[in-house]
T-cell receptor
Framework: AQSVAQPEDQVNVAEGNPLTVKCTYSVSGNPYLFWYVQYPNRGLQFLLKYITGDNLVKGSYGFEAEFNKSQTSFHLKKPSALVSDSALYFCAVSRGMDSSYKLIFGSGTRLLVRP | GAGVSQTPSNKVTEKGKYVELRCDPISGHTALYWYRQSLGQGPEFLIYFQGTGAADDSGLPNDRFFAVRPEGSVSTLKIQRTERGDSAVYLC?????????????FGPGTRLTVL
């Protein structure tokens, strides 16, 4: 069965510092990986995805993520955090042997960027 | 509108009542998904439509839950004999096709509270 783990409930970082939000996955076959962000009282917003090709993918708002097949990880990164990046971040995986259109989400990581 | 819309944004009902939640996907998107997000958790898949038909309803928790998409656009999630455990945010998403490399675009959700 597919699964996603986000080991940190919350990540705290100072504005201007680099940030990393961790994600590991378990899936049969080649994964498609996604990051979404959720602001209060708003729906999930797509940030970026890995389908194939270059392991480093760039997305919206200066975010990027690195796919590491050997470590089954897809960590979200940003070189310089902004206070406005404070939100709830979800990693998700699809494909594998199971129904591939179904997104399996992690439990989320709350990012708090302090001024 | 350009995005996925959901109505109502909030619904409060009493245990045992019937509720309907509506989703209006992005125009031209053939795939539509319903997810449920409980407090402190990531969204969980409920059902997926390709066109008018429910291609996968394996995530529906029991037979009190049903969804339709009669014309291949707007979808309605129906919950009979609501229970307090049904309280959650119900998210709708759509994608251009069901191909797994297509990201899903989410609506703002309907917060259902069952008293």
């Amino acid at each position: 069965a597919q699964s996603v783990a986000q080991p940190e409930d919350q990540v705290n970082v100072a504005e201007g510092n680099p940030l990393t939000v961790k994600c590991t996955y378990s899936v049969s076959g080649n994964p498609y990986l996604f990051w979404y962000v959720q602001y209060p009282n708003r729906g999930l917003q797509f940030l970026l995805k890995y389908i194939t090709g270059d392991n480093l993918v760039k997305g919206s708002y200066g975010f990027e993520a690195e796919f590491n097949k050997s470590q089954t990880s897809f960590h979200l990164k940003k070189p310089s955090a902004l206070v406005s990046d404070s939100a709830l971040y979800f990693c998700a995986v699809s494909r594998g042997m199971d129904s591939s259109y179904k997104l399996i989400f992690g439990s989320g990581t709350r990012l708090l960027v302090r001024p | 509108g350009a995005g996925v819309s959901q109505t109502p944004s909030n619904k409060v009902t009493e245990k045992g009542k019937y509720v309907e939640l509506r989703c209006d996907p992005i125009s031209g998107h053939t795939a539509l998904y319903w997810y449920r997000q409980s407090l402190g958790q990531g969204p969980e898949f409920l059902i997926y439509f390709q066109g008018t038909g429910a291609a996968d309803d394996s995530g529906l928790p029991n037979d009190r839950f049903f969804a339709v998409r009669p014309e291949g656009s707007v979808s309605t999630l129906k919950i009979q004999r609501t229970e307090r455990g049904d309280s959650a945010v119900y998210l709708c998403a759509s994608s251009l096709t069901s191909a797994t490399y297509n990201e899903q675009f989410f609506g703002p959700g309907t917060r259902l509270t069952v008293l």
